[in-house]
């Protein structure tokens, strides 16, 4: 219980770190700590199917988020290249790799999803929280947040914020 109390308090502190450089117009500074959640196997994430606008509107963050998630948890996996990964701000990519972790065949293999999907958003600034559950449902799952933050831009929505 502690450990999930201390889990939920660092991310709590990356977001707001994340959404402080965001209001002031800077991604974060290059030595900046970042964690990432361990991650495993295929994503399911559905994609969303609002109508395109003129303009992103919130709800375009959610869809964008989605998208998101499913092409960077299976590179966060290994399963997909860096170049696969979508709706992500050119200053944080060359972040990402350190936020990939090694995984055994194993866990590699294990099926993962989004649960569920929160978006918050402030003046063109989301935060996203995301709950992955990993593992077979019959043996027993696990359930972690990925939380990041998203810019809004004239064409959708960036992840300015590295996942954690």
């Given at each position: ?72 948890l299976p590179y966060l ?20 790799p350190a936020a990939r ?39 027993g799952l696990a359930t ?21």
């Amino acid at each position: 219980m502690n450990r999930v109390l201390i889990v939920v308090a660092v991310v709590m502190a990356a977001v707001a770190v994340g959404v402080i450089f965001l209001l002031r117009g800077g991604p974060p500074a290059p030595g900046a700590a970042h964690a990432t959640a361990t991650a495993t196997a295929s994503a399911t994430v559905s994609a969303s199917s609002s109508p395109v606008s003129s303009s992103p509107q919130p709800a375009d963050a959610r869809g964008d988020a989605r998208a998101f998630l499913a092409s960077y948890l299976p590179y966060l996996y290994g399963r997909t290249s860096l170049t696969t990964v979508v709706h992500v701000d050119a200053s944080i990519r060359p972040l990402l790799p350190a936020a990939r972790q090694q995984i055994s065949a194993q866990e590699e293999a294990k099926p993962f999803a989004v649960t569920d999907l929160q978006v918050t958003d402030s003046s063109g600034v989301a935060t996203v929280t995301a709950q992955v559950s990993e593992g077979d449902p019959a043996v027993g799952l696990a359930t972690y947040p990925v939380t990041f933050a998203m810019r809004q831009r004239p064409d959708g929505w960036d992840v300015v914020t590295v996942p954690i």
